[in-house]
C-alpha cells in the first residue's frame, strides 16, 4: 500500500482543511484527533512492515508523483522510507500523536486556529522524512516552519513577539543557506536531478570534484546548522522554545530541529564525503567545545525551566554532530539513534514543563520546590524523562550516546573524551531542576499560588501523551533493535566504504 | 484616403493577429458611449460591461493560444507574436480584469467620475499588450507612451487628494525624463546603425531584426553602447529598478490603490517584457548588458528591501518591496542572456511574474477593501486585530504576504526557486548571495505586517475627549469579491504545491 505516506502528509493537512468549516469545538476536535492520530498510526504500520518490504535502491513504499516539473528540473514528489528515515518518521508520527492530544485539552485561546496549524505542521514534518526528493524534503520544512511563527506570536509566553520574528529570521537564514547548497549540490553534480538515489548514483561515479565538495558541503553544514542550533547559530533556540507554546515546542524541538541532522546524514554527509573531511575538525571544535562543554554549562546556570530544556536541548545536538564529525557507521547510527531518544524526551520535558506551569504560575525554579508531594505522578514522569536525557541506561537516550562515543573514539580521543565529561555536566543541570522543582521545602511564592489553587496531579489528557512518549522512550531503551537494524542497513550502505 | 493606403492596409496586414487589442480599444470607446446613452443610474452597468468584455478576451486568448502567425512578424515587421507575447497578453487582460474589480470597489469610496477609470485600463492594457510584441522602437515607444500617458492620469485620478496629484506630478516629470532618456537612446541607436558608411548598415534601423544584424556587424560601436544603456534606462524607470526608482514610494502611496496595483503588476511585468525582447536585439552587446543589469539588479535589490523595513504606511511598504521584486526578476532576466541559463530562464521569470500578480493581487484586494476614504493613508497599525475582527481577510493577507516573501508552500516560492536554479545554472554566485540577504530581510517586513494582523496587542486607552480613533472602520467583505479573494489565495497555494501543465510548459521549454 503505497499511497500510505501520501495519505500520511494528506490527512493532517486535510483535517486541518476542515477545521475552516464553522462546526461546534467538539466535532472540530474530533476532527483534529483524527488528523493527529492517522499519521501516527500509518508510521507504525510501517515501521512493523518494513522488514518484510521489498526495497529498491534502499528504499521501500517509494511512490512518484508528478507534480510538472519532473522533465523540466528533475523534481518530483518521490516518496519512501529508508532505514534512516523510518525512525525519525515514526518519530514525527508519534510527537505529532502527543503534541496533538496535549494540544487537545490545552484551554487556548481560538483552539480551532491553533490545532490547524499544528496539524499544518504535522504534515509538514511526516513529509520531510518520507521524501526522496531533495526538494520536497527542503518544501516540506519550511511548511512545518511557517506555523511556528504565527503560533510563537499568539500563544506565546514572554518575549512572543521578539521571540517569533528572531526565530523566524533566524530559521530563514539557515533555510535559504541550505537551499542554496542544495542547488549547488543539484548543478555542480551535474544530475540536474533533485531526486535524491538520482543524485547518489551520479556522485557515486565521482562528478563531484574535492573543491566543490568542500564549497557545498561547508553551505549546508551552516544552513542545515543554523537550523539545529550549532554553536554560535543556537541564540534563537532557547528563546523561542521559551516563548513557543507546549505543543510547538514539542513539535520543533522534538521533531522539525532534527531537519537539519537528518539533511547532513542522508544527504550531505555520504554524498560529499571529502567535504566532511575538510571541515570535520572545526565541526568537531564547534561540536564539543560550543554545542557540549559551553552550552553545558550556560544550561547550568538557567533559572527558567523552559529556558534550560531548551539549552540542554541546544547541548545535546553537539553529541549529534560530534557523531557526524566521527563519519563511521558506529558514530552515524548512533546519531540516529539519539535523534530519535531526543526527540521523545524533550518533547515529553516541554510537555511536562508547561504541566508544572499550569500548577505553579511560574517557569522560575527558584519560586518552585517540593512539588512531588503534591503532584507524585507528574514528579515521576519528569524525574524519569531528566534521566533519559542525561542518558541512564534503560532509556532511550543511552544507546544513541553509547554508540556516538564509541564511534568517535577513533575519530578524537580528545574530544570523545570532552563528550563524555558532558554527560556529567547534563547530570547536574538535570538533577538539580529535579531537586528544585520537585523537591525541599516550599517556597513562599509557590505556596500562595497552591495556597490558591491546589495543584491537581496530571489528568487523563496530560497522562496519555506523556505515556505515550515515555513508553516509546521505555521501549528503545530496552529494545534498540526494534529500530537499530534498519538504521544499521542503511548507514553500512550509505557510510561502510 | 487612397486606393493605395486601403491597399496596402489589406495586404501587409494580418489584422486577425490583433484582434485582442482591437476589440479592448473598441471596449474603450464603448464605455464612454454607453456613459452617454444610458441613463444616470444605471451607471454602475458601465464597469460591468468592461469586465464581461475582458473576460471574453481573456478566454478567448487562453483557447486560441497558438493562433495563426505565431512566430511571425506582421505590420510590415512591427509586431513579433511569439508563444512568450501570448503569455503576456493573458497576463495583462488578467491584470486588467482585477484592476477593473478593484477599482469598482476603490471609487465606491469616492465621489470621482467612474467610467473614465475603466475606460483608461482597457486602453492602457492594449498598449501593453502591443509592448509585449513589440519588434520595432517606434512601435515599442508609441505604445510605450500611451501607456504612461494613461497612468499619468490614472495615479491622479482623486484629484481631491493631494496626494494623488503630487503622485501624478512626480510621475509625469519623472516618466519624461525617463521618456527622454529612452527616446535619446533610440536616436543614438538609429543614427548609428543607420550611418551609410557603417558596416552592415541598414534602411530600417528601427527594425529590431535589422538592429541585430548591425549591431552583431559592429561588436564594439561606443555610440551603439551608449545608445543602449539609454534604452535599458528608459525601461529600468518602468520597472523601478536603482537608480531610477525615486518614485516609487510617493507614487505608489497617492495613487489610488487599484492604480497602485496596476503599476506594480502590470507596468513591471511590460518592463521585463521589453527587457527580455531587447535583451535578444542586443544580444552581441550582452556583455554590457549583462554588467549593466548586474549592478542595477544588485542594487535594487538591496535597496528595495532595506528602505522597505522601516515603513509604516503599507503603500509605501509594497511599493518598495515591489523594488525589490524587480531586482530578483533582473536576476532572471541576467541568467536568460547567460548561455547557461536560456530558455529556462525567460520561464522562471514568467512564472515569477504570474507568481507575483497571484500574491500581489491578493494583497492589493485586501488593502483596497480595506482602505478608508482617504486612499494614501493607510498604516500597518489600522491591520492591529484583523485575525480577531476579519479572520477571513487576514488570512488571505497572511498568503499573500507569504508568497511575495518567497516561503513554500506558495507560489512565490516557486518563482524564487526557478529563478535561483536558473542564476545558478548561468553560475551568478554574488547575485545570488546579494538575493539570499535580501530574502531574509524581507522576512522581517512581511512578517511584521502578518505580525500586525495576527499578533494579539495592546492598544493604549483613547485619551478623554478625543473622538474615536482615526483609523478606517471594517466592513464585511462582499461574497463575490471574498470568492475572488479566495480563489486568488487558493490559486497561489495550489502553484505552490502543483505547477503542472503551467510549469512543464514555461519551464520545459
Known amino acids: 500500500m503505497p499511497d500510505l505516506l501520501l495519505l500520511s502528509i494528506a490527512s493532517p493537512l486535510l483535517a486541518a482543511l476542515l477545521l475552516l468549516v464553522p462546526a461546534p469545538l467538539a466535532s472540530r476536535k474530533v476532527i483534529a484527533g483524527l488528523g493527529f492520530a492517522l499519521p501516527a498510526f500509518i508510521a507504525l504500520y510501517l515501521w512493523s512492515q518494513f522488514s518484510s518490504a521489498t526495497l529498491a535502491h534502499g528504499y521501500a513504499f517509494g511512490t512518484q508523483y508528478d507534480t510538472g516539473l519532473k522533465d523540466a528540473l528533475g523534481i518530483s514528489l518521490h516518496l519512501g522510507l529508508n532505514g534512516i528515515s523510518l525512525p525519525l518518521f515514526l518519530l514525527a508520527g508519534l510527537v505529532g500523536l502527543a503534541a496533538g492530544l496535549y494540544a487537545l485539552q490545552s484551554k487556548a485561546e481560538r483552539p480551532a486556529l491553533y490545532l490547524g496549524l499544528l496539524l499544518v505542521m504535522q504534515a509538514g514534518l511526516m513529509g520531510v522524512f518520507a521524501s526522496i526528493d531533495v526538494f520536497f524534503f527542503y518544501f516540506f520544512h519550511e511548511l512545518a516552519l511557517i506555523p511556528t511563527f504565527i503560533m510563537v506570536g499568539i500563544w506565546g509566553g514572554r518575549d512572543r513577539s521578539y521571540a517569533a520574528m528572531k526565530l523566524t529570521i533566524y530559521l530563514t537564514i539557515g533555510a535559504m543557506i541550505s537551499l542554496l547548497g542544495l542547488i549547488a549540490l543539484y548543478h555542480q553534480s551535474g544530475a540536474e536531478n533533485f531526486d535524491l538515489i538520482a543524485l547518489r548514483q551520479v556522485v557515486a561515479d565521482g562528478a563531484l570534484s574535492g573543491s566543490n565538495q568542500n564549497v557545498i558541503f561547508g553551505l549546508l553544514l551552516v544552513g542545515f546548522g543554523i537550523l539545529v542550533s550549532l554553536f554560535p547559530f543556537h541564540t534563537w533556540a532557547p528563546l523561542g522554545y521559551g516563548a513557543a507554546p507546549s505543543s510547538a515546542a514539542m513539535l520543533h524541538a522534538g521533531v522539525l530541529k532534527k531537519f537539519g541532522l537528518y539533511g547532513l546524514i542522508q544527504i550531505a554527509a555520504p554524498l560529499l564525503p571529502s567535504g566532511v573531511a575538510h571541515w570535520a575538525w572545526w565541526l568537531g571544535l564547534l561540536a564539543v567545545g560550543g554545542n557540549i562543554l559551553y552550552i553545558g554549562f550556560v544550561t547550568i546556570a538557567q533559572r527558567d525551566l523552559k529556558q534550560m530544556i531548551g539549552y540542554s536541548s541546544v547541548m545535546h545536538m553537539g553529541y549529534a554532530f560530534l557523531g557526524i564529525a566521527a563519519y563511521n557507521v558506529v558514530g552515524i547510527g548512533g546519531v540516529v539513534l539519539m535523534m530519535v531518544a531526543h526527540g521523545f524526551s524533550v518533547a515529553l520535558l516541554f510537555l511536562l514543563s508547561t504541566s508544572i506551569y499550569h500548577r505553579t504560575q511560574t517557569f522560575d525554579m527558584d519560586d518552585m520546590g517540593g512539588l512531588a508531594q503534591k503532584t507524585p505522578v507528574l514528579a515521576a514522569f519528569f524525574v524519569t524523562a531528566t534521566l533519559a536525557s542525561i542518558g541512564l541506561p534503560g532509556l532511550a537516550n543511552f544507546w544513541g550516546e553509547l554508540a556516538i562515543f564509541v564511534g568517535a573514539w577513533s575519530y578524537s580521543t580528545v574530544y570523545t573524551t570532552l563528550a563524555v565529561s558532558g554527560v556529567i555536566i547534563s547530570a547536574i543541570y538535570g538533577l538539580r531542576s529535579v531537586s528544585k522543582v520537585f523537591f525541599g521545602d516550599v517556597t513562599p511564592a509557590l505556596a500562595k499560588v497552591i495556597g490558591e489553587k491546589p495543584p491537581a496531579d496530571l489528568s487523563w489528557g496530560e497522562k496519555v501523551p506523556a505515556l505515550l512518549l515515555l513508553s516509546a522512550l521505555l521501549v528503545l531503551g530496552f529494545w534498540p533493535k526494534a529500530i537499530s537494524g534498519p538504521v544499521n542497513t542503511a548507514v553500512s550502505a550509505l557510510y561502510g566504504k | ?509
Do not use: C
Open chain 2, 1 to 509: 484616403m487612397t486606393p493605395e493606403l486601403l491597399q496596402n492596409l489589406s495586404a501587409d496586414n494580418f489584422w486577425p493577429a490583433i484582434a485582442p487589442e482591437v476589440m479592448l480599444g473598441v471596449l474603450a470607446l464603448l464605455l464612454l458611449v454607453a456613459e452617454i446613452v444610458l441613463p444616470k443610474k444605471r451607471h454602475d452597468v458601465i464597469p460591468l460591461i468592461s469586465l464581461s468584455g475582458l473576460l471574453g478576451v481573456f478566454l478567448g486568448i487562453l483557447l486560441n493560444f497558438k493562433p495563426v502567425g505565431l512566430g511571425e512578424t506582421t505590420f510590415n515587421g512591427l509586431l513579433r507574436h511569439s508563444e512568450g507575447s501570448q503569455f503576456l497578453r493573458a497576463f495583462f487582460v488578467l491584470s486588467a480584469l482585477l484592476v477593473t474589480i478593484l477599482g469598482i470597489i476603490a471609487l465606491k469610496k469616492q465621489k470621482m467620475p467612474k467610467t473614465e477609470f475603466f475606460s483608461i485600463v482597457l486602453v492602457i492594457t492594449a498598449a501593453l499588450m502591443l509592448l509585449g510584441q513589440a519588434h520595432n522602437f517606434i512601435l515599442l515607444f508609441v505604445a510605450l507612451e500611451t501607456v504612461t500617458v494613461g497612468f499619468y492620469i490614472l495615479v491622479s485620478y482623486t484629484r481631491t487628494n493631494p496626494l494623488s496629484l503630487e503622485a501624478g506630478l512626480k510621475y509625469l516629470i519623472l516618466g519624461a525624463l525617463s521618456s527622454a532618456l529612452l527616446l535619446f537612446g533610440i536616436v543614438l541607436l538609429y543614427g548609428v546603425a543607420g550611418n551609410p558608411s557603417a558596416l552592415g548598415a541598414t534602411a530600417n534601423p528601427m527594425d529590431f531584426d535589422a538592429l541585430r544584424v548591425f549591431l552583431a556587424h559592429n561588436p564594439d560601436n561606443f555610440l551603439a553602447s551608449v545608445g543602449i544603456v539609454l534604452v535599458l534606462s528608459g525601461i529600468a524607470f518602468k520597472i523601478g529598478a536603482v537608480p531610477f526608482q525615486i518614485w516609487v514610494p510617493d507614487v505608489y502611496q497617492g495613487a489610488p490603490t487599484p492604480v497602485t496595483a496596476f503599476l506594480a503588476v502590470a507596468s513591471k511585468a511590460a518592463g521585463f517584457a521589453l527587457l527580455l525582447i531587447l535583451a535578444g536585439v542586443f544580444s552581441s552587446y550582452s556583455h554590457l548588458v549583462i554588467s549593466v543589469l548586474s549592478i542595477m539588479a544588485a542594487a535594487t535589490i538591496v535597496f528595495g528591501n532595506f528602505a522597505a523595513l522601516t515603513q509604516h504606511n503599507v503603500k509605501r511598504l509594497i511599493g518598495l518591496s515591489g523594488v525589490s521584486h524587480a531586482g530578483y526578476l533582473m536576476l532572471g532576466v541576467i541568467a536568460a542572456l547567460t548561455p547557461g541559463g536560456g530558455s529556462q530562464a525567460v520561464g522562471a521569470v514568467f512564472f515569477y511574474l504570474f507568481a507575483y500578480l497571484l500574491a500581489s493581487f491578493t494583497v492589493f484586494g485586501v488593502m483596497t477593501h480595506l482602505a478608508g476614504p482617504n486612499d494614501s493613508d493607510q498604516e500597518l497599525d489600522h491591520y492591529q486585530d484583523l485575525a480577531k475582527t476579519h479572520p477571513f481577510l487576514a488570512g488571505v493577507l497572511a498568503v499573500g504576504l507569504g508568497s511575495l516573501a518567497g516561503i513554500p508552500p506558495l507560489a512565490g516560492f516557486m518563482g524564487k526557486l526557478f529563478i535561483f536554479v536558473a542564476a545558478f545554472k548561468a553560475g551568478l554566485y554574488g547575485l545570488l548571495a546579494v538575493a539570499v540577504v535580501g530574502v531574509v530581510v524581507s522576512i522581517y517586513y512581511y512578517f511584521g505586517w502578518i505580525k500586525a494582523a495576527f499578533f494579539p496587542h495592546w492598544r493604549p486607552p483613547l485619551p478623554t475627549g478625543s473622538v474615536a480613533d482615526s483609523r478606517p472602520v471594517r466592513s464585511a467583505v462582499s461574497l463575490p469579491f471574498g470568492l475572488l479573494l479566495g480563489s486568488l489565495a487558493v490559486a497561489s497555494i495550489i502553484l505552490g504545491f502543483y505547477q503542472g501543465q503551467l510549469g512543464a510548459w514555461l519551464l520545459g521549454r
